[in-house]
């Protein structure tokens, strides 16, 4: 499974950007996929989640600003961000996710570097 990125860039607060990603190999069976961010100098966290039945989850600090979504056909996921604000700043990283025999398996895109001014 391969994941690439596109979009991002630099925005000012309060606007907007969005972010794709192609999935793309035969294997397994997707659960989940999304976007995951990492800031300089904290921790990668999740964003948002679009799983096979598509409900959705959201960090409580995108809630309301961002939306993920997906095209099965394409086999694509978005993210659609509104209203960024600086601490949005991060390189966000396409994400997806199936059940293995005793765990779970992520794979990662590259990642794409978003910059928000204030």
């Known amino acids: 499974v391969q994941l690439q990125a596109s979009g991002g860039g630099l925005v000012r607060a309060g606007g907007s950007l969005s972010l794709s990603c192609t999935i793309s190999g035969s294997g397994p069976k997707i659960f989940a996929m999304g976007w995951y961010r990492q800031a300089p100098g904290h921790e990668r966290e999740q964003v948002a989640l679009?799983?096979?039945?598509?409900?959705?989850t959201y960090a409580d600090s995108v809630k309301g600003r961002f939306t993920v979504s997906k095209d099965t056909a394409k086999n694509t996921v978005d993210l659609q961000m509104n209203n960024m604000q600086p601490e949005d700043t991060a390189v966000y990283y396409c994400?997806?996710?199936?059940?293995?025999?005793?765990?779970?398996?992520?794979?990662w895109g590259q990642g794409t570097l978003v910059t928000v001014s204030s």
């Open positions: 994400n997806a996710g199936h059940f293995v025999a005793g765990g779970y398996e992520n794979f």
């Open positions: 679009i799983y096979t039945t598509g409900l959705t």
